[in-house]
């Protein structure tokens, strides 16, 4: 291209001798300054590689000369944070609950660590807020189903509901309609019967019957008044606080078909300083008993 050079008349600079579309490119150099960034950039480059983890090998990877690691970095700083904790973690597994509750350092330290517990291990179900879900039990509100006290709340972290371990909380509601136990009009009655015992709207005209039906049926766990009984896992009826919905419909679809929800034991998953310090957290939050 050099025979193609030819001086810019209007800046009088050379040319590169390229064109394209009649539009000619000045032959300016880049600027000093950007041309010993761009080298340095390059020699730290190369010293990264040396110095830093930074070659990808079959099973591995090149260490570097500080031979450092990011991973390794964050373990040791949770090594040292669980060092930290040992001594209050310590206390805690040695410590009944009602000692934690009355020790103000203790609780501190137990209400941060149940907090954390709860929002990686319960939130799922029981959400960020503890305010539940449909099937999910609200743990703000003082309807306990198998008692809030804390004793009662730890032991049910530890074994959970329904589940497969042989100290688990068990429970369990007939299907009244699926399995034949009741005809569709005394189903109908009851579930009026029950809307009376919450407060709401129903039919006057089968309540003689419902209430009858509830006796025989349903008192024995939920209690004559349908106040519910903790012992048995049957939740009160008598409230405005419904686990899966208390109109009409979701009503008579429980009494149908029953409920049968489960909750995993953690007493093989969790140590015991976290299982506490949840038990005393959950309690914390206004609808312990």
């Not at 008349?9 to 000045?26: F, N, R, S």
């Not at 090149?62 to 040992?86: N, P």
């Not at 939130?123 to 306990?144: I, T």
């Not at 024995?220 to 686990?243: F, K, M, V, Y």
Request: net charge negative; glycine share 10%.
């Amino acid at each position: 291209m050099a025979h193609n050079v030819e001086k810019d008349a209007v800046t009088g600079v050379d040319t590169t001798g390229h064109e394209w579309d009649g539009i000619k490119e000045l032959n300016n150099p880049l600027p000093r300054w950007w041309l010993w960034t761009f080298y340095i950039t390059v020699l730290w480059s190369i010293g990264y590689w040396i110095v830093y983890p930074a070659w990808p090998l079959v099973s591995s990877y090149t260490e570097g000369v500080f031979g450092y690691s990011s991973r390794q970095e964050v373990m040791d700083r949770i090594a040292e944070a669980k060092e930290a904790q040992s001594a209050y973690l310590g206390k805690i597994e040695a410590a009944s609950l009602e000692e934690i509750r009355s020790d103000s350092e203790l609780l501190n330290f137990a209400l941060a660590g149940g907090r954390s517990a709860f929002a990686v291990n319960c939130s799922q179900c029981h959400g960020q807020g503890a305010q539940g879900f449909v099937g999910y039990p609200n743990l703000n509100d003082d309807a306990w189903i198998w008692g809030g006290k804390p004793d009662e709340i730890m032991h049910t972290i530890n074994f959970g509901i329904r589940n497969e371990h042989e100290d688990s909380r068990y429970s369990e509601m007939p299907a009244f309609g699926r399995d034949g136990l009741l005809e569709r009009p005394q189903i109908e009655a009851v579930v009026e019967y029950v809307l009376k015992l919450s407060g709401q709207e129903h039919n006057a005209d089968l309540l003689e019957s419902g209430e009858r039906i509830f006796e025989n049926e349903c008192a024995a766990c939920h209690g004559p008044n349908g106040e519910g009984i903790q012992d048995t896992g049957a939740p009160r009826l008598s409230d405005s606080i419904w686990l899966y919905g208390g109109d009409r419909q979701t009503i008579r679809e429980t009494v149908n078909n029953s409920r049968y929800g489960v909750m995993p034991a953690w007493i093989d998953r969790l140590d015991e300083a976290t299982i506490k310090q949840l038990a005393v957290y959950v309690h914390s939050l206004g609808g312990g008993e």
